[in-house]
Each structure stands twice: as C-alpha cells, then as structure tokens.
C-alpha cells in the first residue's frame, strides 16, 4: 500500500495518511526495490492554504528484477506490440476521423474563407476606400485548438479564428455585418454571440459541424492569407482582446514548430520498428500520444479547465515536452514516458518547451498556478489555469496511476484498457454534490450551463474551504425521470473536516456569483448533498458515457424586438439588425 503525507513545514511533522494505489500484478517474479525521487507533500485535510498538494513519495515501488540477461530484441518486440496494440485501440475507438469528415471539415473551412473574404471587401467598401484598395484587401481564417494541431475526433468543432484589417471593427463590423452574412447562409444554424467571455466570439454550427470564431484585428490593411502569427510586424500595437484571440493560433503554431526534427529516423541501425510507416514521423506520432492522452484524461475526469483541470492547450504543450526530450520514442514509449515525467515533476516548477529562440532563463516563473505551464510563444505567458488544490491533487494522482500502469515493459497481463478505464465516482466516493442546472428551453440552458460553468471554480473553492477535498466531475448528466431542461453534475466529496456541510450556505454564496453580471434570463440551480446510494441509476457515474456542452452566455431568442443598425461611414446605410436591448459597446446579434 503507497501513502500521502501531510507536512506542516512550519514544525516538520509529518502525518501519513494510507493510499490504494500500487497494483501487485504478479505474486511469482523476483522483486527488487526502486526508490523514485521526492515528490513534496500532500496535505488531504488542507491544514493551511499555504500548504501545496503535491503526493508524496510513493515509499516502495516493486519491479521485477532478473537473474539472467535479456536480449534486446525482446524489448524491441514487446514495445512494438504494444503500439500496435495501442493503435488498434484508437481506431477501435473512432479517435481519428474518416476521411470523408475530414474533407466535409475541409470544405467548411474553404467556405469560411469565401464568406470571410467578401465580408472583408463590403467593409472597405462601407469605409469608402478606394476601389484599387478594395479590390487588394484581404482577412482569412486559421484553426487552431484540436483541428489545428490535427488530434480533433469526429464529433469535434473546429477553433477557427478570423483575422481582418484595422478598419474592420469588432463592434459593428464582426458582430453585427459578419453575424448577419453567416445568419443568411443556409449552411449556418445555432448562431449564438458570446461576447462577455475572455475571448468573445461568434458559435454557429455549420454544415452540422460547430464552431468556435473569435476574431482579432492587425493593423495592416490587408490580411495575407498565409499570416505569419508569429511576425513581430503583424503583432504591433494589437489590442488585447485581439492579443487574447491569437494566443490559440500563435500557441499551436509554435507547439508545432519546436517539435523535433528527425533526420536521422531512417537509420540503418535503428530497430525495425522506427522506420514502420505509422511511426517514422515525429509529427505523427505527437499526434497519437495527444489523442491518446486527451482519451485518458476525459475517462479519468482530469479533462476540463472550467471545471479545474486540464484543457487542450495544457495537455499538448505536456506531450511535446515528451516528444522533445525523447524524439526517437515509439508510441509506447512516449505515452509511458508521459506518465513518468509529470508523475515525478518537482510542481511548481513550469513546464516549458525548449525553444532556441528564447533565452533560457532571466524570466520570473509564474507563482499563481500549481501547475504552471508556459506558452511556447512567449517568455511572459501561461497557459491560463483553473487548477484548484482538489483538482491538483486529483491530477497528480492520475498521472501516478498511468506510470504505474505503464512502468513495466515485461509485464504479462498488461493491458491498454486499465489506463483508460472510466473514473469509478460511485465507488470512490459515499457522498457527492449535485449541481442541478434547469431551464425553461434548451436555447435557455445552453446559455445557462455555460455562464455558471465559467463560475464554477468559486464553488470549488468553497467547497474546499467548508469541506476540505472535492472531485468536480467535469461530465454532465440527465435524469431521465425529470421532464424540463436540465443539466445534473455530480461532484464526489472526500472525508474532510466535517461530515455536516451546509450545503444550503454553499449555495446561496454560489447563487450571488452567478447572478452578478448574468444579461440573459436565469435559470434554476440548486445544490444538494445525496449518499452514493441515492444516485439515479441513468446518471451512469462510472460508464464515461456522460455528454459536455459548450459555454455560451447569450440567449437565443429569435422573437425578440430587432432594430436596424446604421453604418457609420455611410448615411441612412443599414448595415445589419441587432436586439432592441443590445449593450452599446458591444450590441447583440441577435446571438
């Protein structure tokens, strides 16, 4: 049995607190013992909030040892097996897409472009630039997120950014002309403005297929359609939603350039398996480790930033860290080595990707997060983090369960479905939260979902203030008994300081947050403190079998008053129709 350890170190003591975690797979090999290096501290209980979360040394780790010397080749053998093995379970899987999705995505973006394009020209014109100046004015699209690094599954939405000139304002040109351009096509349904987020943009499905369009704005007259994003001249004097925008786009090119260049992958020396055709390009094999490693962390509950864990963007700078320092690993090789670096990474310590371009030190580390994790496209730059002490230690927890899983190379039961088995809440957990979110439609609950999610690390963290440890289980629910529209979230509670939460305190704290600054109309939420035992049987906590929506904060009300907007250049010119309540800094679209 492994254990965490609680340190005050004001007074070192230490208080160990036992752990299921080690799994004695064979009772007839020889063991020997290997002492992995310090982890830190974890503190369940979270005695003091100077305290970090960090497991502790796991004290033994048992491997076997061998009396005899093993050829090579065996090795070689076994860890070929297991990456066919492991590509077979992401195809049994469905995590790459059919090539005919793939070219129904292609043509999305290319029709994008076409809109995008002669959106961009009426603008001019409604500037009354010049017809030469017109004709050679340009904006472009460029994706990013999961479809932009190429890890995106069948049922994922495309990130795509809209880049256009100096004249072309959010305000009226983005929200308003291009929101009525995509609202006329027949391709575009769902059409929602999200423009209280961080990054504000445009949702829409298109051609059935979602997606997120944020926008940004360079100051050039013209937007070449192979932008460099990375170009100190197309980055000067951005505003900073804009800077904000490209951040995705900038994050996934530079991700992309510092992985490692092969040359010498077609070696003659090199085993057979390097040079099979699935693996003999780096590229392609990020790609495999991050699809694999966005699976894991989805059927473990560790996938999420709203919810306190990791995004995206997180876990594909952590897998091309891996892929840096170990270029020419097979695709088992890489996944184990994963687990095994963030198993044992000295947190807070960053993680950064070596790029030659940037100096290696004389920049402060970033202090705010646990898990610090720096965008490879700048020296300043974080990747932006909800993580929470609960949910660190949630994590930390799962990346010792994958090493554990994956360690040993000659183990003979091993299998690729343990790692990914779905998280067991119903039998880790005696006693969850459940967030019950309602709504009078399903228009009204997106809305809804998605402004109280942006909110809910304020609940986590009172509920570790009251109650010490949670798990917000990042998957949504229904109840199938319950006839409204409602979204259900069951969050497991750990044994804290007090079994008598007062979750109706709890809640009204919540309530006041969510509320403020809410512009749609609000709908139910109600939290409540049920047994294992009381969970509804079609909640399925264990199965992964749950759904996510996307967040948006702006009601879809196609019956409300709409009034028509002027250009601001062109007298009596109508330019699009907004609601008759739109903001006036940044008027509704009718989203």
């Keep these: 049995m492994a254990a965490y350890a609680c340190n005050n170190n004001q007074n070192n003591n230490l208080v160990v607190y036992p752990y299921n975690f080690i799994d004695f797979y064979s009772q007839n090999a020889n063991f020997g013992v290997v002492t992995p290096q ?17 497991p502790c040394n ?19 053998q076994m860890d070929e097996e297991r990456s066919l093995s492991l590509v077979q379970l992401m195809t049994n899987e469905g995590l790459v897409p059919s090539t005919e999705e793939e070219d129904k995505r292609r043509n999305v973006i290319q029709k994008l472009k076409e809109i995008v394009l002669a959106w961009v020209k009426r603008v001019a014109w409604q500037r009354r630039l010049p017809k030469e100046q017109i004709a050679e004015t340009h904006a472009t699209i460029l994706t990013y997120g999961s479809y932009g690094l190429g890890v995106h599954g069948s049922e994922s939405d495309i990130d795509a950014l809209c880049l256009g000139p100096e004249f072309a304002t959010m305000a009226e040109d983005f929200f308003v002309v291009l929101h009525n351009m995509l609202k006329s096509r027949p391709e575009v349904s769902e059409i929602h403005c999200v423009k209280d987020a961080k990054v504000p943009l445009m949702r829409f499905k298109f051609d059935g297929i979602l997606i ?13 359609e192979n932008v460099d994003v990375l170009n100190p001249f197309f980055l000067r004097d951005l505003d900073e939603t804009s800077w904000k925008s490209l951040s995705g786009v900038r994050a996934n090119k530079c991700i992309l350039q510092l992985l490692p ?3 010498d992958r077609y070696r003659m020396d090199a085993p057979s398996f390097y040079r099979s055709h699935f693996l003999a390009d780096v590229f392609q094999k990020f790609q495999s480790v991050l699809r694999c490693i966005k699976l894991w962390a989805k059927r473990r509950g560790v996938y999420g930033n709203l919810h306190g864990f990791l995004g995206g963007v997180h876990l594909a700078i952590l897998v091309a860290h891996v892929c840096q320092n170990h270029p020419k690993g097979s695709l088992n090789t890489l996944v184990a080595n994963f687990f095994k670096t963030y198993a044992y990474w000295p947190w807070p310590t960053p993680v950064m990707l070596q790029d030659p371009m940037l100096p290696a030190a004389g920049y402060p580390s970033e202090t705010r997060s646990l898990m610090p994790i720096r965008l490879p496209c ?27 899983t994956t360690r040993d190379l000659m183990r003979p039961d091993f299998d690729w479905h343990f790692l990914f088995e779905p998280f067991p809440y119903s039998k880790k957990f005696a006693r969850f939260v459940k967030v019950y979110l309602s709504a009078s439609n399903q228009d009204e609950l997106g809305d809804w979902v998605g402004w109280v999610k942006s ?22 629910y229904i109840d199938v008994d319950v006839t409204e529209p409602h979204i259900v979230f069951y969050w497991g509670l750990q044994p804290g300081r007090t079994n008598l939460l007062d979750i109706v305190a709890v809640e009204k704290d919540f309530l006041k947050n969510i509320h403020n600054g809410f512009q749609g109309s609000p709908g139910r939420m109600e939290l409540l403190v049920v047994q294992a035992s009381q969970l509804s049987k079609s909640s399925q906590l264990d199965s992964g079998s749950g759904r996510r929506t996307k967040a948006c904060w702006k009601n879809l009300d196609y019956n409300r008053p709409r009034i028509p907007v002027y250009s601001q250049h062109l007298p009596n010119y109508i330019i699009g129709y907004v609601d008759a309540k739109a903001d006036s800094k940044y008027p509704s679209a009718g989203g």
């Design 38 to 54: 310090s982890l830190g501290v974890i503190n369940p209980n979270l005695i003091s909030p100077s305290q970090v979360l960090v």
């Design 58 to 76: 796991p004290p033994v780790f048992l491997v076997p040892s061998f009396n005899f010397p093993l050829n090579p080749s065996v090795f070689d």
């Design 212 to 224: 997120d369009l944020p926008y940004a704005c360079l100051h050039v007259l013209s937007v070449p």
């Design 261 to 263: 260049d092969l040359e």
């Design 378 to 404: 700048s020296p300043h730059e974080y990747c932006h983090s909800n993580i929470t002490r609960s949910t660190f230690y949630k994590i930390r927890t799962e990346f010792l369960r994958g090493h554990n």
């Design 455 to 476: 909110r809910f690390r304020s609940l986590i963290l009172k509920l570790e203030e009251v109650q010490g440890l949670c798990d917000p289980n990042p998957t949504e």
